[in-house]
Each structure stands twice: as C-alpha cells, then as structure tokens.
C-alpha cells in the first residue's frame, strides 16, 4: 500500500485503491444511501439483486461497507462513478467534501457523460421547501387583496437601518439580501436577527421578499432549508398541548416524503447552520414569553409548549448556529444574550415612493396625479411612507376613480382616522364597480355607503372587538357565525383565511387582513354600541399612575410584572390598544360627526364625543403634570415619555383646539425633550397641531427619531416657536435644510441647532451656513457626520467669521480635509465668541494641523478644540507646541487616535511647561508603546488613556 501523499496524486492512484485506502473514512461518513443505491442501479453498476442484498443489512455502516466490497468487484469504472455521485449530490454528503478536496477529485471526461440524479432524501426535501415557499411568497397577500399582484410586480425595499445594543443607527442595509451576511464589529453575541417596525411598515412583506430570494436561490447563504412561523400561531395551542421540534417543523411547513429513515431531521440537528427560521410579529407573544426564567430545552427529541419550542429557538438552546430572524413592533425588547443583529425598518425614502407609484399604477396619467397630491400634502407623504398606509391609499384611489368621475386625496385622507374609513368604504362598496363599458356613478355618497354597509360592518367590528377583548388575533368559524357574518360578507375583504396557521387544524380559520384594522373595528364596535354605558368607549383608557411605573422600573423584581402595569395605561404598550384609542379620538371627531350620525343615534354620539373630550382634558394635565423635568442652564426641561406621544397623536385625531392648546399651556417648562420617541414623519402634524397653540418660545429636541424631510415640512408652522431645534438622526436631506432654513431665518429665534448624522451635503452647509449667518441669537450648530467636504466647509466658516454668537460647533466626522481646515482656520483667527469646536475623523493631515495651530495662536476665546481621528503626524507637533506656549486659553485640546510618535509627543510634553491654562492633552491611541508612555507618566496633563 502506498503512502497517504501519493494517494492524494488523483491521477496516479485509482478509484479502486483510494476506496481501500479510505474504506472507514466513507462507512464513517456517508449517513445516506439511497441516492448512492438508485443511482448504481440506474446506472447499471449495480442489479437489483446487489440493492436486496445491501437493503438486507442491519446496520448503516455495515450496508456502507456492503456496497464499497460490491463496487470493488466491478471494476475502475463503478469504483468512480461512486466517489462521482458523492461529488454531484453535495448535500447530501457534506460531511465527504473535505475529503473530496483532500484526494483533489477531478471528474474524467468519461464520468461527466454520465448521468447522476438525485434521489436522496435531503436533497429532495430542500427541493420541495424552495418550490412550496416560493408559491407561498411569489404573490403578494399580505394585506389581503382578492386580486393576485406578484410580489415582484409590487415589492419596494424599505430603509433598512442598523441598530446598535443602545439602539443608536451604525448605518443602513443598501438591500434587502445584506440582512444575513455577518454584523459590524460588536459584542452581541446571540442567535437572533431582530427585526423591529411600526405598525404596517411592512415587516411580514420584508419577510416573505426573503424566502422569495431563498426559493429562488438568491440570496447570499449557504442555508439549504427555510422554516416561516408566525408567532400568533404558538399561541393556538392549549397550556397542555406537548409537540416536538420535528413536529413544528414538518407539521407546518412542508412535511418530507420518502424519508423512512428520518433522515432530513437527523441533518437539520447535524448541521442547524444550514437553517432559517423567519418568526413573525412576536409583539403577539411577549407577555407570555419569558426568555430569562424558563426551563433550558435542549433535546430536539423531546416533546413540550411549543412556546417553549420557541423561546428554546430563539436563544440557541436548540438548533444553535441556526439563522433565526424575528419581527416585532417598534419598542417591543428582547433580551440582550439572544440578539445577533438588529435593525429597524424605517419605511419608504422619498424614492422608494416614487419606486413604489410607478410600480402601482401603470398609467402615467394616475402616476402624475398622485404625485401631484402627495406633494401638495406632507402630511399624507408621511404616512404613505408607511406601506400598509401607502397601499390602502393607493388601493382606494384605484376603486373610487373606478367608480366616481373624480377623488382627491388630500381632501380626504388628513388623519390616520381617515384612511382606514376610507379602507372600509372601498370593502363596502366593492359590488358598486360598474361592469366594463357602463358608465360610472358621478357622484360619491360616503354616508349612503357606510349606512348601506353597517350591517357587515358592525358585525365585523363586533368581532373585532371581541378579540381584542382576550388579546386574540385570530378567528373561527364559530365566532364568526355568532357575530352575524355570512359567507358572503367574508368576501368583502376584511378578513382572510389563515387555517393553515391553526394549530387545531381548523378548516375554517382567519383573521383580519392587519391588526391595525382590527384595532380601526374594534373602536368602531366601542362608537356604535347602543347598549352598554357611553362611558364603555374608555374601556381601552385608565388612569395612568407615572410614580406607580417608575416604582417598577427601579424595582428588579418587579420587571416581570412591568408589562401588565402598562397595559391598563392610557398611551402605553401595546400598540394595537393604543390603535384602538387613537381610532376612537378620530371617530368621535368634530370633522366625523355627520358620517357617524349616519350610524348612530346622535343623543348617543354627542354623550360618548363629550365623555372622551372631558377624559382627554383631565387625562392630559395629570399626563403633562407627572412628566420628569430639570432644570439646567438653558432652563427648565421636561422629558416626554413615549406615551406622551400616544397622547398628541390621540389629540390630533380629535381635531378638537381646546385639547390642543390645554395641553400647550400644560407644557410648563421651555424645552422639551422627545428624542428616542420613534417619532414618524406623520406625527410631525400632531406636534404641531398642539405647538402651534403655545404662547411662549420652546426648545424641541427630537434627536433619534425618524422624522424624515416630510416631517420638517409639517414642522415648519412651529419654527415661529423654536429657540432650539435639535433633529439630530432623523434622516434629513438637503430639501429639509431648505425648510428650515426658510423658516429659522425668517424668525431669527433659534439658539440651538441639532443636526448630527443625516444626509446633509455641501448644498445643505451652504443652507445651515446662512441660517448662521441670519440669525443672531444662534450659539450651537452640531452638524457632523453628514457628506460635508472642503466645498460645505468653506461656506460654514465663512458664515461662522462673520457670526459674533456662535459659541459650538460640531462638525465631527464630515470629509472636509486639509481646504476644509485652512478655511476653519481663518475663520478662528480673531474669532471673539466660538469657544468649542469638534473638526475631529476630517481627512485632515498635518497640513490642516499646521494652519490651524498657526491661527489659533491668534485667537484668545476657544477653549476646547477636538482634532480626533485624523492624519496628523509629528511633522504638525512643533507647531502646535508654538501654539501650546502662546497660552492663549485653550483648555482641553484632544489628538485621539492620530499618528504621532514618541518624537511629537515630546515637543508637546515640553510646551507644556511654558502653559498654564490647558487642563488637558489627550494623546490616547497615537503610535507610542507603553513602556514609552511611561516616558511622560510624571505629565499628568498629558492623558494616554
């Protein structure tokens, strides 16, 4: 026998004797036969009498052994052909690969004529799952449209933003198919991409675009197998009903055929790397998921809740090193241990609407109207950034221009309220298209279609309502029945049958085409109720008790019982009561008064509109009276929980100016805080609506939040109040800054602007520049980390030598470079009032540093500059040694992460000695090792870590 190097020489050693040699290498890892016996046997290698014989043995390797003494005895040729049907069937032998490279198998000529199928039983199941997926995705049915759309005629990429553990944006996903691919540097170390969104924002279309791309073998993994759960489906099952993990898998997926063996499920334990597990919407599950405190699973054999089954998932206890992707709602957490990745879907980008319209609507003449009129409204922009909002808008233009002469949005569709009577009014009205060729109705009558319709539609909110009365989203036959609906009301588009997510294995299962919408019914049931007490429309709304909430929050033990507290909150967790508040703000609304008399008895609708506004006022001062405020040196602050923003978007709906201004003049302080909020282009309207009101000036911090160009515009009213505008993340463009600066220089009131991290570019500085050049009360401009270069920063200096208030400037993280530098530096020369300035991760080398050190020598106000992340050498540090012993007053001068060496920090260790007025130098991260650090240890001043 010859050594193993020679038996790696392919074309030296036969088939023959490389089945010798590597005879236990293959009993040990060839784990399937099947492929490799009907493929012998198709080939004519083997008869059936060599395939009884093989079958006949008890045990796998033995059979394994059995069919290598089979092949030997034929020859060369078979001996090939079987290392050939390892090399076609890949994976199905994973675990031969290795030792396919190891041997450096080529296939002859001869092999490649032959024909290898395959048979195996893996394999064959990876083939069903990509076909039965793709059928199950390839059409959009998300929000239940009768129509069949392909998702590929209709899908739009949202803005798919990364989140840090803090919840801080580190970029954006360019498409959908990066989601997978490995994180930024961090320490999350868990199993679970976690997915979060607003309500109807589009996260089970995002899922279902991704198992279109793994069906279709199009996105970038090496996964094999696919397994899609909605997380309301665990919730179907009994508090005694047990199932095992092969159970979850095959039972409501795709269940594999031929596999006597269970051979597919011993390979999904072998390898969970191979996996994707898509859970959606788990908003619908946390209050029964506990994903600290429960039993480690980690026996994929053993039976149990399925809740457990996935929380076991979804924390690695089993299948760890599958993908796991999970959905939730904005503001719904999970345990740090068990996030891998997060991101946040943000929602259509102005060109992402243009995109989404194009794709809506073929005729060009719909494209230009409908463009038209979202540009006359910002507010319905805003909330056709949402898509679920987006399409019911669009769906209802297409129905009405179907049946009316004319529809203008903007006329209709003002609040949330709006667009989901509008939704109903299209599911009514579906039997009034007019057949093709007859004439369309000219006239619209709202009132007629809802009091026609109200029968299906009380019975629907009624149903409605009693699911969200026991947190249940999804219906039965029964139910449905005892609600009054027949067969023919199911087909009118509020509801869509989802048996196949029943774990009763009920034929006849649905549920409402999105719980926003039964969230819209079921405060439609609360509005026509006729015989409870009007007081029953505050069901959904208690007192809410801040200390009692913050008692918790600061109590470990009571963390568990923090989610029932906030649930019997008006404006708090969860949303989709929340939604049915809101809902009822707008149907008791001044501006639904006639409609609604159309449906209820007016005595009645008057009692219910004055029982909500008397609550809304009384709840509105306890609300603005428990905020947490301080006071600081730009005066007193409040900072507004996100429940106060439930609260303005509930005041918006009512359309009432009495809750407005009380809740104005409630806000006692002079700056509020809403940054962290997850405000929305479209709450920008309900932000306004109540500033609009106030009579004093106000400082609005609303860093951190997704506001978008559309929301600047809606803001723009309110810019006569600001003293301080802070918009900091909020995904601003240029067409923002035109806004603002429209509006800031013609008040001349802004002392504070905020606009860290957008998308601001040398056209949006030239804008900011002459917001500071105008106004004369503006002291801070934090406008890093934009796409600022030497040609924006040349423009902002120049507006800053001019200004004698400004006192800040951050610019941190732009591409200014050393022309960018220069012109800062002739900007600080004599500059009297700038006293701290970031030009820090710039592009700046030592030229930059060199006219910058020169110029401050000459300047005798700033106190603290930062030159961090940059290119400076210790060709720079004499010249800032010149500038240290000028004294000038310059406090804190930081030089993180440059590139000096012990010779340039020896130039600034000696100036030192000649200052008396830096506090501080910190070197930290520049080219120096410790035992030179140790060199200046007796310079404290000097701060290496």
């Known amino acids: 026998m010859r050594g193993q190097d020679t038996m790696m020489e392919k074309d030296v050693v036969p088939c023959l004797h490389l089945l010798t040699f590597y005879r236990e290498v293959l009993v040990s890892k060839v784990r399937s036969i099947q492929c490799i016996l009907d493929n012998l046997l198709a080939s004519g290698f083997f008869c059936p009498e060599d395939v009884e014989i093989v079958l006949r043995t008890l045990t796998k ?32 032998y994973i675990d031969l690969q290795p030792w396919l490279n190891e041997i450096n198998y080529k296939p002859s000529d001869h092999m490649k004529e032959l024909t290898v199928v395959n048979t195996d039983p893996i394999s064959r199941y990876c083939e069903k ?14 929000y239940g449209q009768k129509e069949e759309t392909r998702l590929e005629d209709l899908y739009t990429d949202t803005l798919i933003e990364l989140l840090n553990d803090s919840n801080e944006s580190i970029g954006f996903l360019e498409r959908l198919d990066q989601l997978l691919e490995d994180c930024p540097p961090s320490d999350l170390q868990g199993e679970t991409i976690f997915v979060t969104g607003d309500a109807g924002v589009g996260k089970s279309t995002f899922l279902q675009k991704l198992q279109n791309l793994w069906s279709k073998k199009q996105l970038k993994t090496d996964a094999i197998f696919f397994f899609k759960f909605r997380c309301r489906m665990f919730t179907t099952f009994k508090e005694t009903d047990q199932i095992s993990l092969r159970d979850l898998l095959f039972k409501y997926n795709c269940y594999p055929d031929q596999d006597p063996d269970n051979e597919v499920f011993d390979y999904i334990v072998r390898f969970p790397e191979k996996v994707i597990f898509t859970f959606d919407g788990y908003d619908e599950v946390q209050d029964n998921v506990d994903l600290i405190n429960v039993p480690e699973m980690v026996s994929p054999e053993e039976k149990a809740h399925s809740l457990l089954l996935l929380i076991s998932l979804l924390c690695g206890k089993l299948l760890k090193g599958s993908i796991k992707v999970l959905t939730a709602r904005s503001g719904v957490e999970i345990q740090r241990k068990v996030i891998r990745k997060k991101v946040a879907l943000r929602g259509f980008s102005p060109t992402h609407l243009k995109t989404y319209i194009n794709l809506h609507f073929k005729e060009q003449e719909h494209r230009d109207l409908v463009s038209v009129q979202l540009d006359a409204s910002p507010h319905l922009s805003g909330l056709c950034t949402i898509p679920l909002f987006c399409w019911i808008v669009f769906k209802s233009f297409r129905h009405l221009h179907a049946i009316h002469d ?16 509008l939704l109903s009014e299209v599911f009514l009205s579906h039997s009034a298209i007019p057949a093709p060729g007859l004439l369309r109705r000219r006239s619209r009558c709202t009132f007629e279609t ?41 087909l009118l588009g509020f509801l869509r049958p989802v048996s196949d997510y029943d774990a009763r294995g009920s034929p006849a299962t649905f549920e409402f085409l999105h719980i926003t919408l039964q969230s819209f019914l079921a405060a439609f049931a609360l509005v026509l109720d006729d015989k409870d007490e009007p ?71 008057k009692k219910k509109r004055a029982l909500l506004k008397s609550y809304l006022s009384t709840s509105v001062k306890s609300h603005l009276r428990g905020l947490p405020h301080y006071d600081s040196a730009d005066g007193r602050k409040i900072h507004a929980l996100p429940n106060f923003l439930w609260m303005l978007r509930c005041i918006f709906e009512t359309g009432s100016k009495d809750i407005a201004k009380i809740t104005a003049q409630g806000i006692a302080a002079n700056f509020i805080r809403l940054a962290y909020c997850n405000v929305h282009s479209s709450d920008c309207a309900a932000l306004n609506f109540v500033f609009q009101h106030r009579e004093k000036l106000l400082g609005l911090d609303m860093d951190n ?25 909020n995904h601003l463009s240029d067409s923002s800054i035109e806004v603002l600066a429209e509006g800031l220089c013609k008040h001349k009131l802004v002392e504070s602007l905020g606009l860290y991290n957008n998308h601001i570019t040398d056209a949006g500085a030239k804008l900011v520049a002459q917001i500071i050049e105008e106004c004369p009360k503006l002291r801070i401009v934090k406008i890093g980390l934009n796409k600022i270069t030497s040609v924006g920063a040349k423009y902002l200096a120049s507006a800053i030598q001019k200004s004698t208030s400004i006192f800040e400037v951050g610019m941190w993280g732009n591409c200014i470079g050393d022309e960018g530098a220069e012109v800062f530096a002739e900007a600080l020369r004599h500059h009297p009032s700038l006293t701290n300035l970031s030009l820090s991760a710039n592009g700046i080398t030592s030229r930059g540093g060199k006219s910058l050190a020169e110029a401050l020598k000459e300047n005798s106000s700033l ?56 506090k501080e130098i910190c070197v930290k991260g520049n080219q120096l090792s410790e035992e030179e650090e140790e060199e200046f240890a007796t310079e404290k001043r000097l701060q290496f870590h």
């Open 61 to 92: 390797p033995d059979q394994v052994r059995k069919i290598l003494e089979f092949i030997q005895c034929k020859g060369e040729e078979a001996c090939e052909f079987f290392i050939y049907i390892l090399y076609k069937v890949g994976d199905a």
């Open 129 to 142: 799952l990509r076909q039965e997926i793709g059928q199950d995705s390839c059409f959009i049915m998300s």
């Open 406 to 421: 004319s529809f203008v949005l903007p006329e209709i569709c003002v609040t949330l309220t709006d667009i989901f009577l």
């Open 450 to 490: 809802f009091k026609a319709g109200l029968r299906p539609l009380a019975a629907f909110a009624k149903l409605a309502l009693q699911g969200m009365e026991r947190d249940a989203f999804i219906c039965h036959q029964d139910e449905i029945t005892a609600c009054g609906l027949t067969e023919e009301d199911l």
């Open 535 to 605: 007081n029953s429309i505050l069901k959904f709304f208690t007192e809410c008790s801040r200390k009692q909430e913050s008692l918790c929050l600061s109590c470990v033990t009571c963390k568990g019982r923090l989610s029932k507290i906030r649930e019997k909150k008006p404006f708090a967790s969860n949303e989709h009561l929340h939604f049915i508040n809101l809902f009822m703000c707008g149907l008791l609304s001044k501006d639904h008064k006639s409609l609604m008399e159309n449906v209820v008895s007016p005595m009645l609708l």
């Open 705 to 729: 939040n997704n506001i978008g160009d559309y929301g600047i515009k809606q803001l723009k009213p309110s810019f006569c109040k600001l003293t301080a505008v802070k918009l900091s993340v």
């Open 863 to 918: 106190r603290i500059f930062w030159l961090v992340q940059n290119q400076l050498t210790d060709d720079v540090t004499p010249h800032l040694a010149d500038l240290i012993k000028a004294n000038t007053g310059l406090t804190h001068l930081w030089l993180i992460s440059n590139q000096f060496t012990v010779d340039g920090i020896r130039h600034l260790a000696e100036a030192l000695c000649h200052n008396t007025a830096l």
